[in-house]
């Protein structure tokens, strides 16, 4: 039997996500023999971390960040600041050997998230990082789809990917001053938000071979550094192309994807897919195949899938859908069956170059429409 002792570095909006999808596995029979805790939180404002402590449970606030390090404190750290405390954190962690969920962006620079991969080598420590679409069962069940119709399909063609948010700022939700700040977010929609569907292209179409990119800063709100809109045309390593559309606006509490795929002889389009949404976590998913009928997905059927696919485990409440919930499930499997996790540090780095490339090609090329 193993036990897992979890600290939170950071108690805002998506470290209580995290603690509320491993409530909801440690809590009930899905870990079988081993067992888990919440057992220390710091944030660097000490009244989150109380309320934090309070609402999950956890046993003990630490007074200092230097207390998560500790020999004696919790074997598993969660990293859920800002970005710019990423690395460092992240760092520490490994110097003490801890395992290590972190959340994406990793950090500001491709040489500072090598610096990470190499620390994490030379520790031997286990690290995930939240790309949390990774486990959306919709995406998963359009991969599978498109894998057992591909000979139907035909070859892919293009896609177009529209992914939007209101402005994380004293919204609606990710009420959050700090990303308006380049210091500690270092950039906007693209960096911040839309690394998730950068991850999310090359999960489902593979590698970019390359691009081209528009990045814009029209709201008074961007401050000249923290883009609303970044428009990506990309070629792909298969020969097909695509398109990413990402924006923050001033939507009150709007938070959507769209994704449509074209094929020779078929289509998917996803509407209204919803992050934050347990119960209708998109309006619909269709399959158009030449000649033949319309096919709908619907959301109880994605989900029964993807449930079978993952081996039917016994969670606390299994009606309660949500990637955060498998995200947490698949780090601590991996924990407990000393495998490695995935996502890994890799995986996020080839987004981040990605997303380097699109900055850097925005900043380079642009071409003046002459009268
Ligand atoms: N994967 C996802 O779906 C997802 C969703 C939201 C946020 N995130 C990521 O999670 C991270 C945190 O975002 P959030 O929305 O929870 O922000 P937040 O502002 O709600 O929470 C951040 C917390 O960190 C604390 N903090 C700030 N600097 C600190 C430091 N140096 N040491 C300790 N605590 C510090 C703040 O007081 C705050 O409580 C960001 O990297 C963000 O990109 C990921």
């Given at each position: 039997m193993r036990h897992l002792s979890i600290g939170f570095i950071g108690a805002g909006l998506i470290a209580h996500g995290h603690a509320l999808a491993l409530r909801s596995i440690i809590?009930?029979?899905?870990l079988g023999e081993a067992t888990a805790e919440l057992s220390l939180v710091y944030d660097i404002e000490q009244p989150k971390a109380a309320v934090f402590a309070e609402q999950h449970g956890v046993k003990a606030v630490a007074k200092e960040a230097g207390e998560m390090f500790d020999r004696t404190g919790p074997d598993v750290l969660y990293i859920c600041t800002p970005t710019s405390s990423h690395k460092s954190y992240y760092l520490q962690a490994a110097e003490a050997g801890k395992q290590v969920f972190i959340e994406k962006p990793l950090a500001f620079s491709i040489a500072e998230i090598k610096e990470m991969i190499r620390a994490r080598k030379k520790a031997g420590i286990k690290t995930q990082v939240g790309l949390v679409l990774r486990f959306e069962p919709v995406f998963w069940f359009i991969k599978q789809l498109i894998e057992k119709e591909k000979n139907r399909l035909g070859p892919l063609l293009s896609f177009y990917f529209r992914s939007d948010q209101e402005w994380p700022l004293c919204g609606s939700f990710h009420d959050s001053a700090w990303r308006s700040d380049p210091d500690q977010a270092f950039a906007g929609c693209l960096f911040e938000h839309s690394i998730h569907d950068v991850d999310l292209i090359r999960y489902l179409f593979g590698e970019v071979k390359d691009l081209s990119a528009s990045v814009r800063y029209r709201s008074a709100t961007c401050a000249g550094q923290i883009e609303d809109v970044a428009v990506i045309n990309f070629s792909m390593e298969s020969g097909a192309t695509g398109n990413l559309t990402t924006m923050y606006h001033h939507i009150k509490g709007r938070d959507v994807r769209r994704l449509e795929i074209f094929f020779e002889r078929a289509a998917i389009i996803l509407d209204d897919y919803k992050p934050g949404d347990f119960n209708q976590r998109f309006r619909s998913l269709t399959l158009e195949l030449s000649g033949e009928p319309l096919r709908q997905f619907t959301g109880e059927e994605v989900d029964r899938e993807y449930y079978r696919h993952i081996g039917n485990p016994a969670l606390l409440c299994p009606e309660m859908v949500s990637p955060y919930r498998y995200q947490a499930l698949a780090f601590l499997e991996a924990l407990l069956e000393r495998r490695e996790p995935f996502p890994d540090l890799q995986t996020a780095l080839e987004a981040h170059r990605i997303i380097d490339s699109v900055y850097a090609y925005a900043r380079r090329r642009t071409l003046p429409v002459s009268g």
């Open positions: 809590e009930g029979p899905t």
